[in-house]
């Protein structure tokens, strides 16, 4: 186990996995978050300037949890991000749903692709193993 301080409040705490914060500090976001999560319920035509200034988050982490896509938006919502791919504005995640399914295809071909080949030494006539160094 790793001992490190709590980016956020400096704590030493025993890390294990996830963002380097302390169990406290990682309860307190959560609080924070379900409030944001609340507030934006309540406020669905709020702009990310003003969910930050009402819930005292900052802007960073509310884009934070919009790409985690802890945080979803109305179409009809003013905030926005950009996909990550090619910059199209979306509601939540990384990417909008044309590059997520250009990259689902690029990675199923790339697997057909490897497939391994199938070996037709059974089917030989003389299946017998060879050796370079003897006749």
């Not at 990417?95 to 030494?121: G, H, T, W, Y």
């Amino acid at each position: 186990m790793k001992v490190i301080n709590c980016k956020k409040c400096g704590r030493i705490f025993n890390y294990i996995v996830g963002p380097p914060i302390c169990p406290k500090c990682r309860e307190e976001m959560e609080e924070k978050f379900q409030e944001v999560k609340k507030f934006v319920q309540e406020n669905k035509q709020a702009n990310i300037n003003d969910i930050s200034e009402e819930c005292d988050v900052e802007i960073g982490q509310i884009n934070q949890w919009i790409r985690e896509e802890r945080l979803f938006f109305a179409e009809d919502s003013p905030i926005g991000i950009n996909c990550e791919s090619c910059g199209a504005m979306i509601k939540t995640g990384r990417f909008c749903e044309k590059c997520k399914v250009e990259m689902a295809r690029d990675l199923n071909s790339s697997i057909r692709r490897n497939q391994p080949i199938e070996d037709n030494s059974k089917t030989k006539e003389n299946p017998k193993m060879r050796f370079l160094d003897r006749l």
